[in-house]
Antibody, heavy 124, light 106 residues
Framework: QVQLQQSGPGLVKSSQTLSLTCAISGDSVSSNSAAWNWIRQSPSRGLEWLGR????????????NYAESVEGRATISADTPRNHFSLQMNSLSPDDTAIYYC???????????WGQGSLVTVSS | EIVMTQSPATLSVSPGDTATLSCRASQSVNRNLAWYQQIPGQAPRLLIYGASTRATGIPARFSGSGSGTEFTLTISSLQSEDFSIYYCQQYNYWWTFGQGTKVDIK
């Protein structure tokens, strides 16, 4: 079955960059049948979709979409040989403190597999 | 942005009883609605998608209904492991989640 394993630092300073990785087993990041997402959860924002990446083999290209709330600050990238995808987000503020999750969407809209979550605390 | 509103915020139910959770969308999402269960300290788990289709391995005591803007998650014969937080999520236009309903023991 599909498993997602997250890694990355839990404490980041304001104005710095967050970097998280989600390693995939049981599926491929370059699969034509899934998109790979980042979602965060905080008491103030609840569950918030941040963005996704997916590959289209018919066009030999990667596609990315971002939520308006993080557009311009977040970058999602995929590493095919290592079969993982990553989130980088810059210009952090304490408001970005949250549990960050990676999740798979099999192109049906719902998130059927989730990583274990990574608590990221942004210190001022 | 489509805003998802869940009610009630907290629902107190006795084990063995039925829990009925509501989710309302600020505009029609057709049947593009999913429900998740989250146990504190864990990631959300997909329960229902397409408003009424149970995900793989989800017991039949979980059922979903609704379309358009009004949706319901019903949990019958509540078991101890069902006392947790439930979220709805629309995927008709990008993705947004409700704020959650906590089901606790009465």
């Amino acid at each position: 079955q599909v498993q997602l394993q997250q890694s990355g630092p839990g404490l980041v300073k304001s104005s710095q960059t967050l970097s998280l990785t989600c390693a995939i087993s049981g599926d491929s990041v370059s699969s034509n049948s899934a998109a790979w997402n980042w979602i965060r959860q905080s008491p103030s924002r609840g569950l918030e979709w941040l963005g996704r990446t997916y590959y289209r083999s018919d066009r030999s290209d990667w596609y990315k979409n971002y939520a308006e709330s993080v557009e311009g600050r977040a970058t999602i990238s995929a590493d095919t040989p290592r079969n993982h995808f990553s989130l980088q987000m810059n210009s952090l503020s304490p408001d970005d403190t949250a549990i960050y999750y990676c999740a798979r969407d099999p192109f049906s809209g719902q998130f059927d597999n989730w990583g274990q979550g990574s608590l990221v605390t942004v210190s001022s | 942005e489509i805003v998802m509103t869940q009610s009630p915020a907290t629902l107190s139910v006795s084990p063995g009883d039925t829990a009925t959770l509501s989710c309302r969308a600020s505009q029609s999402v057709n049947r593009n609605l999913a429900w998740y269960q989250q146990i504190p300290g864990q990631a959300p788990r997909l329960l229902i998608y397409g408003a009424s289709t149970r995900a793989t391995g989800i017991p039949a005591r979980f059922s979903g209904s609704g379309s358009g803007t009004e949706f319901t998650l019903t949990i019958s014969s509540l078991q101890s492991e069902d006392f947790s937080i439930y979220y709805c999520q629309q995927y008709n236009y990008w993705w947004t989640f409700g704020q959650g309903t906590k089901v606790d023991i009465k």
